[in-house]
């Protein structure tokens, strides 16, 4: 009867702290329950004009968006500060970016392309959404060819295009988009994307940066292939975090484990114990 009394403590016990330590979701949208750290722009190469800024846009562009422009280059940006997190979390389960399409348009003669998601370095962490609608970028904007307009480049080369300098290698998502008429998004369209890490770090480390100090917070980078050989529009294009409509900004959604409150810690402490003893007292 005493080794059945203490196997149902134990058991008890190992319940509860399993009850206190299950994981938890944080979610991360412009607009939702004051939060408004979320920042986006597409840098734009157009006709070699490397010099807009697009950060007040309710839209961002992927690929060529022009018809016959085969010079157009278009990389969305995206950066999250999730320092609410800070020592929330013991590890991260996954992290997901949530998008709403406006519509994927392949027009021409390709039929599909894949663009693929990068974390930019800290070397470029000084980027700003700014203002502008598609006009040159004011002082210190972000735009294809600067960090910051006037002041800063982009660490490695225009259109933060370079490998291990701006960006980690490892793709963190592959996103394929054909035209809306071929399966491909439509405008209201819902994107999940859940990411993986960079070769060289973990979910843990991504979230340690977007979490901690802002300065080594860059965010991510989509990057579309050469489209150079579209004779049309070739194009993608996602709601950004100044769309009128608040569901539809982008989202960030991060699955974690809490830290074990010193509670939830100290039953988990006698939970060991009394295992160990529950043994002890079978030999």
């Not at 800024?53 to 157009?72: A, D, I, K």
């Not at 960006?167 to 859940?194: E, K, P």
């Amino acid at each position: 009867m005493k080794k059945s009394m203490t196997s149902g403590m134990v058991a008890a016990v190992v319940l509860v702290s399993a009850t206190v330590a299950s994981a938890d979701v944080m979610t991360f949208q412009n607009g939702v329950s004051g939060y408004s750290a979320g920042q986006d722009n597409f840098l734009q190469k157009i006709a070699g004009d490397e010099n807009n800024n697009n950060g007040g846009l309710h839209y961002q562009n992927l690929g060529n968006p022009r018809s016959g422009n085969v010079t157009n280059d278009n990389r969305p940006i995206w950066r999250w500060d999730v320092s609410a997190l800070a020592g929330q979390y013991a590890s991260i389960n996954s992290i997901t970016m949530v998008l709403t399409s406006d519509e994927d348009d392949m027009r021409g003669n390709i039929a599909e392309a894949t663009a693929e998601l990068y974390a930019l370095t800290p070397a470029n962490s000084a980027w700003i959404e700014g203002t502008s609608t598609g006009q040159n970028a004011a002082p210190g904007e972000s735009s294809y060819q600067s960090l910051a307009q006037g002041a800063t480049a982009w660490a490695g080369s225009a259109g933060a295009g370079t490998a291990g300098t701006d960006y980690l290698a490892g793709s963190m998502y592959s996103y394929t988009w054909r035209d809306h008429a071929d399966g491909g998004a439509s405008g209201g369209d819902i994107l999940t994307w859940v990411l993986s890490a960079p070769t060289s770090l973990t979910l843990n480390d991504l979230v340690d940066e977007w979490s901690g100090n802002q300065a080594n917070n860059a965010g991510m980078i989509l990057i579309p292939p050469d489209l150079s050989g579209a004779n049309a529009k070739s194009a993608a294009q996602f709601r950004s975090g100044d769309h009128a409509t608040v569901a539809d900004r982008p989202q960030l959604i991060i699955d974690y484990n809490p830290i074990p409150e010193p509670a939830s810690a100290l039953l988990l402490a006698l939970g060991f114990i009394g295992t160990a003893l529950l043994r002890r007292g079978w030999k």
